[in-house]
Protein backbone atom coordinates (compact mmCIF):
# COMPACT_ATOMS: atom_id res chain seq x y z
CA UNK A 1 0.00 0.00 0.00
CA UNK A 2 1.28 3.64 -0.77
CA UNK A 3 2.63 5.68 2.16
CA UNK A 4 -0.21 8.50 1.48
CA UNK A 5 -2.99 6.20 1.23
CA UNK A 6 -1.63 4.61 4.76
CA UNK A 7 -1.49 7.73 6.27
CA UNK A 8 -5.10 8.71 5.37
CA UNK A 9 -6.41 5.85 6.30
CA UNK A 10 -4.39 5.67 9.91
CA UNK A 11 -5.50 9.30 10.62
CA UNK A 12 -9.09 8.09 10.03
CA UNK A 13 -8.88 5.13 12.24
CA UNK A 14 -7.36 7.12 15.10
CA UNK A 15 -10.30 10.12 14.46
CA UNK A 16 -12.74 7.39 15.17
CA UNK A 17 -11.22 5.86 18.15
CA UNK A 18 -10.48 9.53 19.38
CA UNK A 19 -14.39 10.14 18.79
CA UNK A 20 -15.17 6.75 20.56
CA UNK A 21 -13.66 8.16 23.52
CA UNK A 22 -14.69 11.42 23.54
CA UNK A 23 -18.63 10.07 23.52
CA UNK A 24 -18.25 7.81 26.47
CA UNK A 25 -16.76 10.44 28.16
CA UNK A 26 -13.05 9.68 28.34
CA UNK A 27 -10.50 12.17 28.06
CA UNK A 28 -7.05 11.34 26.66
CA UNK A 29 -4.15 13.22 29.00
CA UNK A 30 -0.42 13.05 27.93
CA UNK A 31 1.41 13.37 30.66
CA UNK A 32 5.33 13.56 31.29
CA UNK A 33 6.28 11.59 34.61
CA UNK A 34 10.05 10.64 35.54
CA UNK A 35 10.48 7.06 34.27
CA UNK A 36 10.37 5.12 37.96
CA UNK A 37 6.54 6.56 38.17
CA UNK A 38 5.45 6.04 34.86
CA UNK A 39 4.19 1.91 36.33
CA UNK A 40 2.16 3.77 38.68
CA UNK A 41 0.88 6.55 36.73
CA UNK A 42 -0.43 3.49 34.27
CA UNK A 43 -1.81 1.61 36.95
CA UNK A 44 -3.86 4.72 38.58
CA UNK A 45 -5.09 5.67 34.96
CA UNK A 46 -6.27 2.08 34.36
CA UNK A 47 -7.95 1.71 37.81
CA UNK A 48 -9.61 5.05 37.22
CA UNK A 49 -10.98 4.15 33.60
CA UNK A 50 -12.69 0.95 35.10
CA UNK A 51 -14.41 3.51 37.33
CA UNK A 52 -15.62 0.91 39.98
CA UNK A 53 -15.04 0.82 43.82
CA UNK A 54 -11.29 0.62 43.62
CA UNK A 55 -11.69 3.96 41.14
CA UNK A 56 -13.68 5.59 43.81
CA UNK A 57 -11.13 4.60 46.59
CA UNK A 58 -8.14 6.48 44.75
CA UNK A 59 -10.00 9.33 44.30
CA UNK A 60 -11.07 9.74 47.54
CA UNK A 61 -7.43 9.03 48.41
CA UNK A 62 -5.68 11.38 46.04
CA UNK A 63 -8.60 14.41 46.21
CA UNK A 64 -7.23 16.13 49.26
CA UNK A 65 -3.79 15.25 48.82
CA UNK A 66 -3.73 17.05 45.65
CA UNK A 67 -6.48 19.53 45.26
CA UNK A 68 -6.76 22.78 46.88
CA UNK A 69 -9.81 23.83 48.45
CA UNK A 70 -11.27 26.78 47.11
CA UNK A 71 -12.94 29.16 49.55
CA UNK A 72 -16.83 29.22 49.64
CA UNK A 73 -17.86 31.39 52.02
CA UNK A 74 -16.18 34.80 53.02
CA UNK A 75 -15.23 33.37 56.52
CA UNK A 76 -13.07 30.82 54.18
CA UNK A 77 -12.30 33.74 52.24
CA UNK A 78 -10.71 36.05 55.22
CA UNK A 79 -9.10 33.36 56.75
CA UNK A 80 -7.01 31.97 53.60
CA UNK A 81 -5.94 35.92 53.46
CA UNK A 82 -5.12 35.65 56.80
CA UNK A 83 -3.08 33.23 56.30
CA UNK A 84 -1.22 34.52 53.92
CA UNK A 85 2.83 35.37 53.78
CA UNK A 86 2.14 39.17 53.11
CA UNK A 87 -0.31 39.60 56.29
CA UNK A 88 2.79 40.73 58.39
CA UNK A 89 4.12 43.00 55.63
CA UNK A 90 3.67 46.63 55.94
CA UNK A 91 2.59 47.58 52.45
CA UNK A 92 2.57 51.26 51.23
CA UNK A 93 0.03 51.45 48.47
CA UNK A 94 -0.82 55.21 47.38
CA UNK A 95 -3.18 55.59 44.58
CA UNK A 96 -1.40 58.04 41.68
CA UNK A 97 -2.67 61.38 42.11
CA UNK A 98 -2.16 62.58 38.66
CA UNK A 99 -4.28 63.79 36.21
CA UNK A 100 -5.15 61.69 33.20
CA UNK A 101 -4.59 62.63 29.32
CA UNK A 102 -7.11 64.39 27.46
CA UNK A 103 -8.70 62.54 24.53
CA UNK A 104 -10.10 63.49 21.49
CA UNK A 105 -13.36 61.80 21.11
CA UNK A 106 -14.59 62.75 17.38
Known amino acids: MEPKKLKTR ?7 HRKRIAVSGAQRVEVTVPSRDAP ?8 LRSDGE ?3 HIRRS ?5 STPSARTGVELV ?5 SPLTEAELSIERDE ?3 RSAELG
Do not use: H, M, N, W
Not at 62 to 66: A, F, G
Not at 79 to 83: D, E, G, I, P, S
Open 40 to 47: LVKAIAGA
Open 98 to 100: STG
Open 54 to 56: EAE
Open 62 to 66: LQPVL
Open 10 to 16: DAARISR
Open 79 to 83: AFLCA
